[in-house]
T-cell receptor
Framework: DGGITQSPKYLFRKEGQNVTLSCEQN?????MYWYRQDPGQGLRLIYY???????QKGDIAEGYSVSREKKESFPLTVTSAQKNPTAFYLC????????????FGSGTRLTVV | GQQVMQIPQYQHVQEGEDFTTYCNSS?????IQWYKQRPGGHPVFLIQ?????EVKKQKRLTFQFGEAKKNSSLHITATQTTDVGTYFC??????????FGTGTKLQVIP
């Protein structure tokens, strides 16, 4: 079955550490996205990529980095520069630019300890 | 920039009652999408509306896109406990940029 796989499901990070969240899709979608969701809040766009080897900052990119070396993969690194990284991170993909609906992964819950 | 607001933020209903959430955009949209996120889960795409004044139904769910393409609503008839979750709208504006609404969290009391 086609879909998006995010790993790990839960991640604990010590302050000052960088961590990388994995996102893989086999839907042959061109565009991929990273969103952050805080408790009781909506989705805020971190980064997005519409094509391999190209990506753009979203609304809250500071303290995060991404790469898009393969169409299927869009990993997100949460760096030590991100001051409040504890959140639920969602990866999504879409045909084109997302105007026909996004498919989301099951998410990674990151906690700073 | 484009902003999409939803009201109410929370709604508690008795099972069997109706429920409506409203979505308002600061700019005209090319289309609007609706998603449902179950507690502890991820958003799942429900539907997309494109035309001014469009109305679509999915069983007990009715989706409407405003005439000016700046607002939308989702109405659930006779809620069930399986309807529990947060409902998000997402509007596609200029350059097809999609902005998610703030969401409405629905609790259904059995």
């Amino acid at each position: 079955d086609g879909g998006i796989t995010q790993s790990p499901k839960y991640l604990f990070r010590k302050e000052g550490q960088n961590v990388t969240l994995s996102c893989e899709q086999n839907l042959n979608h061109d565009a991929m996205y990273w969103y952050r969701q805080d408790p009781g809040q909506g989705l805020r766009l971190i980064y997005y990529s519409q094509i391999v080897n190209d990506f753009q900052k979203g609304d809250i990119a500071e303290g995060y980095s991404v790469s898009r070396e393969k169409k299927e993969s869009f990993p997100l690194t949460v760096t030590s520069a991100q001051k409040n990284p504890t959140a639920f991170y969602l990866c999504a993909s879409s045909m084109g630019q997302g105007a026909r609906g996004y498919t989301f992964g099951s998410g990674t819950r990151l906690t700073v300890v | 920039g484009q902003q999409v607001m939803q009201i109410p933020q929370y709604q508690h209903v008795q099972e069997g009652e109706d429920f409506t959430t409203y979505c308002n955009s600061s700019t005209t949209l090319s289309n609007i999408q609706w998603y449902k996120q179950r507690p502890g889960g991820h958003p799942v795409f429900l539907i997309q509306l494109v035309k001014s004044g469009e109305v679509k139904k999915q069983k007990r769910l009715t989706f409407q896109f405003g005439e000016a393409k700046k607002n939308s609503s989702l109405h659930i008839t006779a809620t069930q406990t399986t309807d529990v979750g947060t409902y998000f709208c997402a509007g596609a504006g200029g350059y097809q940029k999609v902005t998610f609404g703030t969401g409405t969290k629905l609790q259904v009391i059995p």
